[in-house]
């Protein structure tokens, strides 16, 4: 654990990552895109294999196209990149992502989501003290995977993929979409939190001048999460929480 932690209570506000940082929803998208990318490899004779270090240092936190984009382009691939209307089954970057899409959203319907013990506990403990929270992803299902966990209402913002889309966001790690995650929320960056488990989300917070960038190591590595811009790793939001509570169950 942290020797110094951060006073989360006194922020102007805290905007959340989703997978990976509220949900488990990061393994769902990982095994999603792991058997795309195993079917669209093997099919391309594409060398060498994927693996999870790929999902890291390509895919995670980025848009889901720039994600599919980048790593193709880490094996020297290029496609078209087709339409976001693309079938799944084309062979362009819009129709991959498309197709890791049904195969998340099949798997969400099929098994559902529930928040982190500890994350829940964090956020409710804000909420409740008066602090202002919003959530920052990438992903175009946030709206949906926030519904499935029950927990959309403890958040007055969302910027998403959705969001990013229509409003021309660049994909983390620029700064974009934590810096439209302030504005929508009304606060200032400079006198507020961020919390991330992806190295390109803390990279995104960082530029956006958030004063506290928490890093939660869910598997992208307390070095590289510091080296992307946070301030502060952790492998649990619990530790935020104040000592009164103690409704938190252990996490297995």
């Not at 964090?122 to 202002?132: D, M, N, Y």
């Not at 021309?168 to 200032?188: C, E, N, R, T």
Request: charged share 20%.
């Amino acid at each position: 654990m942290p020797d110094a932690l951060p006073d989360l209570f006194h922020a102007d506000g805290v905007l959340f990552d989703l997978d990976g940082v509220l949900t488990p929803t990061a393994e769902v998208h990982m095994r999603a895109w792991q058997a795309v990318f195993d079917d669209v490899f093997a099919r391309w004779s594409i060398t060498p294999p994927y693996t999870d270090a790929d999902y890291y240092d390509y895919v995670d936190g980025k848009k889901r196209y720039d994600g599919v984009a980048s790593l193709l382009r880490s094996r020297n691939v290029e496609v078209p990149w087709g339409h976001v209307d693309d079938d799944p089954s084309a062979e362009t970057i819009c129709g991959i992502g498309n197709r890791k899409n049904a195969a998340f959203a099949a798997s969400l319907r099929a098994q559902g989501i529930v928040p982190y013990p500890g994350s829940l506990a964090l956020v409710e403990s804000l909420r409740a003290a008066g602090i202002p929270l919003g959530v920052v992803s990438s992903s175009k299902n946030a709206e949906e995977v926030l519904a499935a966990a029950g927990i959309r209402s403890l958040f007055r913002v969302v910027v998403d993929g959705v969001v990013a889309e229509r409003d021309g966001l660049a994909s983390k790690p620029a700064a974009d979409m934590f810096a439209a995650g302030a504005a929508a929320l009304g606060v200032d960056p400079s006198r507020s939190v961020a919390v991330e488990d992806a190295t390109s989300g803390a990279a995104s917070a960082s530029a956006a001048g958030y004063r506290t960038v928490i890093g939660v190591d869910r598997g992208a590595g307390a070095d590289a999460l510091r080296a992307a811009g946070a301030t502060i790793v952790v492998d649990d939001l619990a530790v935020f929480v104040p000592a009164t509570r103690t409704d938190i169950p252990e996490t297995a």
